[in-house]
């Protein structure tokens, strides 16, 4: 099984800071990566698939790169909107999915 | 438009057997590419890929909650069906069910969640 581990679990920050969550991959998935943006009481919200495609409607300060085992989601200036938790997927057609742990970004 | 909702009890009883339906809309499942997959996230904790269905029937499930899972599709009433076997206080949880669309196999739309207490 594919294991995914985001780095920091939790990350305070300011407004207009830049932000990057890491996610890696227990083996290499190619692009094959999702970033999804949750609020409390919300479903998740696709932002970023295949590591760097930007989702429609998603503002361009989200960016997303990486390859193979190693991603990272950066928010270039952050905004009282983007308080919220960040998971990584990994997805392929041929086996299960895979959520990393989360990412709550906070108000310092 | 598309839309998911999610159906089924809010309280089940330790070893019962939960089942949830997702219904949607503004899609078809017989469409070539197309999947409808089942998240969960218990109270406070991390997301959870539980099961995937694709448009061709080939299904995909969690690896640690294989044996207790099932995942069906009724084409004809836009539906699909998670069914999960000896219910834990540990699967209370918040469980969405989501679309993945044609070629590919993240989720770009999600529906609201039911939140399901197993509790005697």
């Known amino acids: 099984d594919i294991q995914m581990t985001q780095s920091p679990s939790t990350l305070s920050a300011s407004v207009g800071d830049r932000v990057t969550i890491t996610c890696r991959a227990s083996q290499s998935i190619s692009t094959w990566l999702a970033w999804y943006q949750q609020k409390p009481g919300q479903a998740p919200n696709l932002l970023i698939y295949k590591a760097s495609d930007l989702e429609s409607g998603v503002p361009s300060r989200f960016s997303g790169s990486g390859s193979g085992t190693e991603f990272t989601l950066t928010i270039s200036s952050l905004q009282p909107d983007d308080f919220a938790t960040y998971y990584c997927q990994q997805y392929n057609f041929y086996s299960q999915g895979t959520f990393g742990q989360g990412t709550k970004v906070e108000i310092k | 438009q598309i839309t998911l909702k999610e159906s089924g009890p809010t309280l089940v009883k330790p070893t019962q057997t939960l089942t949830l339906t997702c219904t949607f809309s503004g899609f078809s499942l017989s469409t070539s590419g197309v999947g409808v997959g089942w998240i969960r996230q218990p109270p406070g904790k991390a997301l959870e890929w539980l099961a995937l269905i694709y448009w061709n029937d080939d299904k995909r499930y969690s690896p640690s909650l294989k044996t207790r899972l099932t995942i069906t599709k009724d084409t004809s009433k836009n539906q699909v069906v998670l069914t999960m076997t000896n219910i834990d206080p540990v699967d209370t949880a918040t469980y969405y069910c989501?679309?993945?669309?044609?070629?590919?196999?993240?989720?770009?739309?999600w529906g609201r969640g039911t939140l399901v207490t197993v509790s005697s």
């Open positions: 989501a679309h993945s669309k044609a070629g590919h196999w993240y989720f770009d739309l």
